[in-house]
Each structure stands twice: as structure tokens, then as C-alpha cells.
């Protein structure tokens, strides 16, 4: 296969450098180009898909803040297109900015314990616009330096990380399924509704036809709905009543205002989504085959806070690579009594495993010097380097059985040492060595003189 002429001049100008052109970089599924049809499809499924997430944040806020259901529903939109736009800088990037993989933003969950706070205190939404834009802004300028913590999540950080994000939707999926029936019971037309819906989900996920496993998701909720309509289980009447196409007013409740409690709390929360998006980049990055380094972290950071930034100039919150269920997994109300700041940090179940794998891969894989002669049992093997010259002398066919040197006759190559290297070489071309064990009682007599 021919290369371009700038291609072969690249090359030319790397081996005059020294070394070698990088290699092109191999396009993963997050490259692939899809008509405008289908990338409709699938973008129409993961706003499904997000929805809900996205606007519970603003609820549980603007119910709290006594807002209006006008003034609830004005932030809701906010939310709603903030997401769109946090999503777009992620996916699609600038400068030094988004992680170019297929990530939806959204609100983060991590906000809601201290933003409740902040009411409770007394101030209002300004107050939390306040702190998300300058702790945003402060995450934004350290993005660089928090994203080394990249060395700190191997493959079993990041594995453990894809766990719990799926094990963490799983009390958000059945508190939905279940409806909600007398006394806190599920209702069994509920559950009925979601069983069906989900063996929709797995039927069309394994129908041959490409298309239509990949929009399982998205037929599965138009079937759903159907059948919810013929169980007398969905609701239209308020469709139609709000306007088709609307925009959110900037700075509709006011100017931030900036109290410095508030913002310490908010900190606090940065800290918490950049490990969740820097575990999220990791995860989506392990799926797709793309190759995540600290640079791509730090970009993926940088367009979480940038949104994150310019969210409270439309009225919305801190943003985050979303995993939608960031809620603790088998006991929710394990954490109740700890302090509020440590519920921030534990009371997301994606954090809190990655801070623990964290936490665990220093204690066994990073933390050996007080115990070099017992290294863990998973820790990487020590860098082993020889020096170049010895592979001068290797032959074809040569290699290693037993820690021996073998040559493809099978016959053992000596290993002698350097400082003896020189004699015993003298020695075999004068002809005063004619075999191995003669080599290696020499070594001896030399070694025990």
C-alpha cells in the first residue's frame, strides 16, 4: 500500500529527528460517522434515557427553595439545556477541552446534600449560582493537576469503578418499577409494566437486525408507553399545554452572589465529579478501545468545569459525566449519621468505590517500601532493564529455559561476567576453550581465587 507524499515527508522529517512518526490513530466506535437518520435515533434514545436524572435535581431544589412550578419549570428547562450544551463541549471538544468520547452530561447528584444546605442556611439560589461558578472555576484551572491521579486507576480501579456504575442504578430502576402502592408497597401493575417493558428491551436487544438492538432502548419506551396506554396506566392531558420550543431567560432568578461557606461546600463537591468523570472518561474509554491518558483526562475535566461554570449564567447546576444513579447502593441510609461533607463524598456509590479502589491500590500496589521482600500478590512485577550490549550477543534461535541461555541446538550458552568477559573471550579464540564446562569451571577457579 502506497503513502501519501506527506505522509512519507512526516516520516523523513521524524528519522532526520531521530525517531519515529507517531502512528496513526486508530478510530474506535466513538470515530464512527453514522447517517443523519440513525445518529438521530440514538441521540433522541440517550435523552430518553437521561431525562429523568436530569430533571430530579432541579425538583428536589426548587421545591426546597419554594419556587413556583412556573419558576420550577423555568429551572427544569435550564437543566435540560445545559445538558445539551456540557454534552456537546464533552463529546465534541475544543482546545484543550472535552475528552471526545461519547459521555451525556447532566447535573450532578453530588450537589443536592450541600445546595440543601445552603437554602436551610437561609440564602437562596443565588447563593448556590454563586458558589458553582467560583468552585467550578477553581476546578477548572486545577484540572491539569488533579488529572495525574490517572496513575492511581489501573485496570482494577476501573473495572471496580464499571461495576458499581451499573450496581448503582439498581435502587432508581426498581423504586421506579415498583410505583409506589398502599403503605410503600409496589403496585403490581407497576411491576407488571416494567417486566413487560423490559422483556421488550431484551427481545429487540437480541433481534439480528443491527439497527434495531442498538435503538432497543428507545423502541423498548415507545412499546412501554404503548402498552401503558392500553393498561390505562398513561397520562397525556398535560401535553400541549406548555409552549413547543422555548429558551430559558439568563440570570432569571438574579446575580450570583457569593458567600464563602456556600463555596466551600460546593469545593467540596467538585472534588467529588471530577472523580466520577475522571472514573467515567476511564470506563467509557476501557468500552470503546479508546486510549485514555492524563492529557484526555484533564481535557474531560476542563469541559466539566467549563459548563459547570457558565451553568449558573443559565440557570443551572454543577455538571458532571453522567452514570445517572449516584445514590448509595445497599443501604441507603447507611451514611445518615456521618457528617454532611462525608455524605457528599460517600453518599454516590461511584465515588465512594473509587476512592476505596483508590485507597486499596495504594495500600497494595503503590505503598511497598516498608515491605519490599513481601510485595502483594496483584502488585505489577518490578521493571527488569538489561543492557544493550548483551543483545549484541544473542543469535538467532537463542533464548531463555530455566533461566539458561539456550542456543536452537539446544546446547547452553554461558553466561559469563563482565569483568571476566574479555578474558574468556581471548580465551576461546586462542583456542584454549573448546566447550561450555570448561567456561564455567574457569568462572569457578577465578571466582574462589
Sequence with gaps: MSSTPSASRTRDR???RGRTAPPPRTPGPQDEKLPLGRTTAYGFQHVLTMYGAIVAVPLIIGQAGGLSADEIALLISSCLLMGGIATFLQSFGAPYIGSKLPLVQGVSFAGVAPMLAILAGGSDLRAIFGAVLVSSVVGFLFAGAFSRIIRFFPPVVAGTVITVIGISLLPVAISWAAGGGE?????PDSLLLAGITLLIVLLLSKVGVRMISRLSILLSFVLGTGVAVLMGMADFSGVGEGALITFPTPLAFGAPTFEVAAIV???IVVLVTMTE????ILAVGEITG???????VANGLRADMLSSAGAPLL???TQTAFALGLVPVAAPQFYAGFPAWTQTILGSGISAAAIVAIVLNLLFNELTASNAKNPSAVAAAPVRIVRADVLAHLRDGDQLQNGTVVDREGAEVAVVPEHHFDDVRRMIDAGEITDTGQVQQLILSKSSS
Excluded at 468523570?277 to 467515567?280: E, R, S, V
Excluded at 479508546?290 to 484526555?296: F, I, L, M, Y
Design 14 to 16: 521524524a528519522a532526520r
Design 183 to 187: 403503605g410503600g408497597a409496589a403496585a
Design 265 to 267: 461546600s460546593m469545593l
Design 277 to 280: 468523570t475522571t472514573a467515567d
Design 290 to 296: 479508546a486510549k485514555v491518558d492524563s492529557r484526555r
Design 315 to 317: 440557570n443551572s447546576f
